[in-house]
């Protein structure tokens, strides 16, 4: 938008106008956006719901009521953990992260700073640090998952 259609508009000399608001905005239009809108969310910087509708658990930490998060798993705040996830044995989630619905998060595996969308798998012992992973994806026992690291709808992480 920036760099071609209000270059044209100036160019064609045809008038446009801007709006000032007094309320949260952000482009999303990267993944580097994307995180960030989420992270400005489970921070509160934003007024607006955020998590399962049937969460619980305190302010920053939402846990949907059929979720499943084992004993020995943690979950650490901010975080929201989406309607039928499964956090298994010693695995922690959290801070700063979003399980979408259906997520599961493998024994041991270490989940932080990350989005997940629905029915992502991550397989026991993997580390995932602020990333970004898409519906469907699945991540490899053991695997790593790098800062900034972006996968697709349906990718397998090895």
């Known amino acids: ?4 259609f209000f270059p044209g508009l100036l160019a064609d000399a045809i008038p446009f106008y801007g709006w000032i608001g007094d309320c949260y905005w952000i482009d ?4 580097a956006k994307y995180r960030q809108a989420h992270l400005d969310l489970l921070a509160g910087r934003v007024q607006a ?3 399962p509708a049937s969460a619980g658990g305190g302010a920053g930490h939402a846990v949907a009521a059929d979720a499943v998060v084992e004993t020995r798993a943690t979950t650490q705040s901010p975080v929201v953990v ?3 996830c499964r956090v298994e044995s010693d695995a922690r989630v959290g801070p700063s992260t979003v399980l979408g619905p259906r997520c599961v998060v493998g024994a041991g595996a270490s989940v932080e700073g990350a989005v997940l969308w ?3 798998t991550v397989g026991a012992g993997a580390v995932l640090q602020d990333c970004i992973l898409g519906a469907g994806v699945c991540v490899a026992p053991r695997a790593r998952i790098a800062p900034g690291t972006v996968l697709e709808d349906g990718a397998v992480a090895s």
Request: no cysteine; net charge negative.
């Open 49 to 51: 719901h955020v998590g």
């Open 1 to 4: 938008m920036e760099r071609e």
């Open 118 to 120: 629905e029915d992502v």
């Open 82 to 84: 989406g309607e039928g």
């Open 28 to 31: 999303i239009g990267s993944p």
